[in-house]
């Protein structure tokens, strides 16, 4: 078969795919969702059965989605729809494109109303309010910042319009530039709250918290949350690394980057849990204290350390950038898409899909205020909540479910073998094996079993 190009660019290098797939995955799903989900699960059972979704699902998976991306080298529906034709299969497999698209929209819309929160919070560090505050004034400060819908509206809009300048340029030129800068400043300076915490917070009772596993806790719910994580947190199952691998030249090694990138993002995930879990027990906050637990955390320690403000300020900055990073790979697959088939140009495409999704964001903004009611809520839960759930907990395991059967048993040995550019071996075996048995008996019995789908 001749080798297919992109219409839309490749990446510079190998090293340029690998900052932009990690830049993808890096995100608020590890500093911001991953401790407060580990808070609600009750810690340490939780964090082991994530590590091993991440290593049994996860990477192989996105090992899949790379390599299926290369060789279509379309949007994500078209790269299924053309690879299923030249598998002889039914075109129907462009379906987990569009529901892949469906998610990355969903995603986009709430994680932009997060992203800005982090926006906020680098200003705020920066002008000094939390500067010698008590633990419950940082709480009081977080509770009446989300009750203002014309605030969170504002950040919300600027993170959005942030990305669509990102998207509508083309990813090549300037992510690649930035990334390249930003990913590892975030790590050092990741590294460096560890380092407080760890000096100033109750690290012994964090490590505990986090690596102690309590088995008694554990519930399909649990198992359900974790995979639901490992999906999110590594950017599968809706094609955003399916369209990065789309970019990739065909000499790079599948299965090295993948892993890479699955384990930089783990490690970005623990330590996170190890920047924020020493404070919370240090200032007698409760781990399940949800989605606001690194806004009502951090800043306690930024408020109180010299130079605070400088050192919160800049940490709240690298996350905008790094939720930045991930925004842009969730529009990328709508955009491609709407490239080729729509005829649009990406300035366009990326208009009308930030468009849609800042809509979308409006509504779950407003449900953490003026919606909060109960007569608001949908299955029980508002509506951001009910977003977040569905596409982390049941779309994108579905989609990474249909993305393992397609590439195990509906590509043909040979052509996945030679895509991965992998010998007959161990190596192939043991990603063959887990995508064929293990991953899709995994997600289907979690999946099923928790969302009452059969
Ligand atoms: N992985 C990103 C994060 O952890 C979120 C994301 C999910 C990005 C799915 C792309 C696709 O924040």
């Known amino acids: ?57 996860g990477l192989p998976i996105m090992i899949a989605e790379i390599m299926l991306g290369r060789r279509g080298r379309q949007s994500p529906l078209n790269t299924m729809r053309t690879l299923a034709t030249e598998e002889g299969a039914t075109p129907a497999w462009q379906y987990v494109g569009w529901l892949g698209m469906a998610a990355g929209f969903l995603i986009l819309s709430f994680y932009s109303v997060v992203a800005g929160w982090t926006l906020a919070y680098t200003v705020r560090t920066a002008a000094g309010i939390f500067d010698g505050q008590t633990a419950d004034g940082v709480q009081a400060i977080f509770t009446s910042f989300i009750g203002d819908p014309e605030r969170l509206l504002g950040w919300h809009t600027i993170f959005m319009v942030m990305t669509i300048i990102v998207v509508s340029r083309g990813v090549k030129s300037g992510l690649e530039q930035a990334v390249r800068f930003l990913m590892p400043a975030l790590f050092v300076l990741l590294v460096a709250m560890v380092g407080y915490a760890m000096n100033t917070g109750q690290f012994e009772q964090a490590i505990d918290y986090l690596f102690k596993p309590d088995f008694s806790k554990v519930t399909w719910e649990v198992v359900l949350k974790a995979m639901g994580q490992a999906f999110f947190s590594l950017s599968l199952g809706m094609g955003a690394i399916m369209i990065y691998g789309s970019y990739l030249s065909h000499t790079a090694s599948i299965v090295k980057t993948a892993t890479i990138i699955a384990g930089m993002d783990t490690l970005v995930a623990v330590l996170a849990g190890l920047a924020i879990f020493p404070l919370v027990f240090q200032y007698g906050l409760a781990p399940s204290g949800g989605p606001g637990l690194i806004f009502m955390t951090l800043p306690i320690a930024f408020g109180q350390m010299p130079g605070g403000a400088f050192v919160g300020a800049a940490f709240f900055l690298l996350l905008v950038f790094a939720a930045w990073t991930s925004a842009i790979s969730l529009m990328e697959p709508v955009v491609t898409w709407l490239v080729e088939n729509r ?62 059967i397609f590439a195990a048993w509906v590509m043909s040995r040979d052509a996945s073998r030679a895509e991965l550019g992998l010998p007959e071996g161990m190596g192939y075996t043991a990603w063959r094996v887990l995508v064929r048995y293990v991953t899709p008996v995994a997600v289907i019995l979690v999946l099923f079993n928790q969302t009452g789908l059969i």
């Open 1 to 57: 078969m001749a080798r297919r190009t992109s219409v839309h660019g490749e990446w510079s290098s190998k090293m340029a795919f690998i900052l932009a797939a990690t830049g993808s995955a890096v995100g608020l799903g590890n500093i911001w969702r991953f401790p407060y989900v580990t808070g609600e699960s009750g810690g340490g059972a939780f964090v082991i059965i994530y590590l091993i979704c991440v290593a049994a699902v």
């Open 343 to 404: 005829g649009m140009n990406r300035v366009k495409a990326s208009a009308w899909a930030g468009l849609f999704a800042w809509l979308l964001g409006v509504v779950s903004l407003l449900s953490l205020n003026v919606w909060s009611g109960e007569q608001f809520q949908l299955f029980g839960m508002p509506f951001m909540d009910l977003v977040d759930w569905l596409t982390a907990n049941v779309m994108l395991p579905l989609g990474g479910l249909l993305i393992a």
